[in-house]
């Protein structure tokens, strides 16, 4: 359990960063009162970005398993977890008004479509990193045994 509540403030991390990372792209793209009615952005627009960090960041806990999961049950996890993510992110972006045109949503959907990428393609390349460390080590362990 440990290690996903590890993963999943690593997720907030990383999502809150690519938020702030595409925010800024979209209004270097179409100016900064393509998003916001003013150039400034709002007191409460941190707030935001950590509660988007923090619903993003929610259904990994969906990853948690007593037993090691067949490639099945975690591709089905993966795809649950795809649309439980979706659905909570819209849901807030509904709730906090940030769509005026039905076009807003489908280029929120793609922000959290590419978000998703890279926050998988982080832990992966981070796994495998942690996963060359272990078996590195063993095999040092083992030199030294033997």
Known sequence: MKDIIRTAISHFFIICVCIMFFTALINLLFGAGAL???NAY????PW???LSGFLGALPTLLFYFKKEPTN???LVRCIIHY?????LIISEGFMISWFDKPLDVLIVWLVITVIYVVVWTVTL???RSI???VNTALEKFNEDEG
Not at 42 to 45: A, F, K, V
Not at 83 to 87: K, S
């Open 36 to 38: 916001l009615s003013d």
């Open 42 to 45: 709002p007191w409460s627009y």
């Open 48 to 50: 935001i970005i950590m």
């Open 72 to 74: 099945k049950q975690f």
């Open 83 to 87: 649309f439980v993510l979706n659905a």
């Open 125 to 127: 390349l981070s796994n």
């Open 131 to 133: 996963k060359k460390g």
